[in-house]
């Protein structure tokens, strides 16, 4: 509820329910995750988040509010997590069948590592805010002993990958892998965040156009009204491509 670039994100509105509300909604439909912990800061102000995940019937978790290693550590540990699926909480539209191919994917490597279709890595060509991020609790208990500087401590994937310029963080120590985005949404200009309110109109307006239509709809629903309703109405407007 503390973003500084846009404060109470996590409770603003997509089609008659809260952002979180939305994401856990879908993310519970995933099949290849035994458990879910919605891993929020312990402040007074997100009171509300915890209300929310328990009116969704998934577990919830306080812990730091800016050391986000510490507060991912301590998930794991309070929900007996070998292997911990990382899913940012601006990413409202998480497509279910692709994080489940990311969990599959990660297990049969059969070692530890970090593991990611969240964003483009090498030529995965995703769209950026679908997926999940892997990492074995091996790994970030690795990390919460080793790395204390605070950007590092706040931003979790920088302890194992830098999507911004692409490079492992030790890919001897910690092995980055990933899959090809399927051919019939491969489109890694289309950015679904929530950070600014120019995204959060963005996806607004996604959500009014498409939830009614069908609650559970797919990726490919959501580039076809992009590409036939949202962008020939904004040919004069900053889009997200």
């Known amino acids: 509820m503390g973003s500084t670039r846009l404060p109470g994100k ?10 979180v509300g939305r994401i856990l909604e879908r993310v ?19 009171a509300v988040l915890k209300r929310l995940g328990e009116s969704y019937g998934v577990k919830v978790f306080c812990g730091s509010e800016n050391d986000l290693v510490e507060r991912y550590y301590q998930a794991a540990v309070w929900s007996k997590a ?9 990413n409202a539209t998480p497509e279910p069948s692709e994080i489940d191919r990311i969990v599959h994917h990660h297990l049969a490597l059969g070692r530890p590592g970090f593991s990611s279709n969240l964003s483009v890595i090498g ?69 679904l965040d929530v950070n600014t309110q120019e995204q959060y109109e963005f996806m607004h307006q996604l959500y009014a156009y498409l939830y009614p239509k069908n609650p559970e709809f797919h990726i490919t629903d959501i580039i076809r009204w992009h590409d036939e309703v949202y ?7 900053k889009t997200f491509i």
């Open 10 to 19: 996590s409770m603003m509105d997509l089609a008659g329910a809260p952002l």
């Open 28 to 46: 519970k439909r995933c099949t290849q995750l035994d458990d879910l912990v919605l891993a929020i800061p312990d402040t007074k102000e997100d």
């Open 82 to 90: 070998d292997i911990i699926g990382r899913l940012p909480a601006d």
């Open 123 to 191: 030529d995965s060509d995703y769209p950026d805010g679908i997926g999940a991020e892997m990492f074995n609790f091996s790994l970030l208990k690795d990390v919460r002993e080793r790395h204390h500087d605070p950007r590092q401590r706040e931003h979790v994937h920088l302890n194992f990958f830098d999507y911004s310029v692409g490079q492992a963080a030790d890919a001897q120590w910690c092995p980055i892998s990933t899959v090809k985005c399927p051919a019939k949404f491969r489109r890694p200009d289309l950015v």
């Open 231 to 237: 962008a020939p109405a904004n040919k004069s407007k």
